[in-house]
């Protein structure tokens, strides 16, 4: 015996079509392919965040505007056009050229991005530290670098290598981050116009670089103690 219905739904019901059922079937279809590509993209990007190669923080200076008595930095402008071409790729490229007009200006630059390194994240385990520019040893016979805008006459208005070092320093970089400093000097060993003989820097440094008792830090220099940095046209560099 039929009962009768005691819900408004039961009177109202009908039996579902088969395009209904169709529709349906297909709504639920998109959905599901909706949620496999964004599982598929979340995917990718956390593969890409895990195993893409880290950008190695790269700080460049490539000083160029020297005047007389001081001889051109041959070939510092397009090794610094060379970097360019990597950065974004293996390297994250701060150009510093155009602040160092002076020893101060460039120190206070360096000061900032390194601060910025210093606080962007752990993925980066190291940064490099790229200056060239003229070198001299002042009358204390420390190594200096002779930065565009200094007296070349002066050792006062030089830039000794222990204060670059200091500067590394109190960046607040981890001590476990690694720090390469590479110093491309060396290309006026002798200038008669200053009275210079010999640069005689590299071979002040190592004195220098353990009395800074900088942890994880390297330093290369361009050419080695009475020895001359070479440019060539036909290497561009």
Not at 168 to 188: F, T, V, W
Request: charged share 20%; glycine share 8%.
């Amino acid at each position: 015996q039929n009962q009768p219905a005691r819900h408004e739904w039961q009177r109202q019901g009908k039996p579902l079509s088969a395009d209904t059922l169709r529709g349906r079937g297909t709504r639920s279809f998109r959905l599901a392919l909706l949620f496999a590509a964004a599982g598929g993209l979340l995917a990718l990007l956390v593969a890409y965040l895990l195993y893409s190669p880290t950008q190695t923080p790269f700080i460049a200076v490539a000083a160029t505007a020297y005047e007389w008595p001081l001889p051109p930095n041959s070939w510092a402008s397009e090794d610094a056009q060379a970097l360019v071409d990597l950065n974004g790729k293996t390297i994250q490229l701060h150009d510093l050229s155009g602040e160092w007009r002076t020893a101060e200006r460039g120190l206070a630059q360096l000061d900032q991005r390194l601060k910025q390194i210093a606080q962007s994240g752990s993925r980066q385990r190291s940064v490099v530290i790229w200056l060239s520019m003229h070198s001299a040893v002042d009358g204390q016979g420390r190594p200096c670098l002779v930065p565009p805008g200094a007296d070349p006459h002066d050792s006062e208005t030089w830039l000794p290598v222990a204060s670059i070092l200091e500067h590394l320093k109190s960046a607040g970089l981890p001590s476990q981050m690694n720090k390469l400093l590479l110093l491309d000097c060396g290309r006026q060993p002798l200038n008669w116009n200053l009275g210079q003989l010999a640069d005689g820097m590299t071979a002040t440094l190592p004195k220098v670089i353990e009395e800074a008792k900088l942890t994880n830090l390297a330093v290369l220099t361009s050419c080695g103690d009475g020895e001359l940095s070479h440019s060539t046209a036909a290497l561009r560099g």
